[in-house]
Nanobody
Framework: QVQLQESGPGLLKPSQTLSLTCTVS??????????CIWIRQPPGKGLEWIGHIAPSGNTKYSPVLKSRTSISRDTSKNQFTLQLGSVTPEDTAVYYC????????WGQGTQVTVSS
């Protein structure tokens, strides 16, 4: 059974860098179909695509967040990582990772709050 689990700090101060990890179990991210999408949902709003990393390792980011975003992977740990720099309270959201064929598998999400 494939499972994705997000982990990272739940509370940050403005200007800090958010670093989240998505750990995949039950499958290997080295397979040729395993990419990862990062999505977030701010309170009271819809889902927002942050960016993704393709099975090839190529990345693409939301134009709105591109200057502050980096997505990478560690195949030895079967993990994907999201980094979002210079966070503000507007980055407060539940953050999700999704992977597998057609992003069929989603993590349960992790709450991130940015507050001074």
């Amino acid at each position: 059974q494939v499972q994705l689990q997000e982990s990272g700090p739940g509370l940050l101060k403005p200007s800090q860098t958010l670093s989240l990890t998505c750990t995949v179990s039950g499958d290997s991210i080295t397979t040729n179909y395993y990419g990862c999408i990062w999505i977030r949902q701010p309170p009271g709003k819809g889902l927002e695509w942050i960016g993704h990393i393709a099975p090839s390792g190529n990345t693409k980011y939301s134009p709105v967040l591109k200057s502050r975003t980096s997505i990478s992977r560690d195949t030895s740990k079967n993990q994907f990582t999201l980094q979002l720099g210079s966070v503000t309270p507007e980055d407060t959201a539940v953050y999700y990772c999704a992977g597998g064929i057609a992003a069929a598998y989603w993590g349960q999400g992790t709450q991130v709050t940015v507050s001074s």
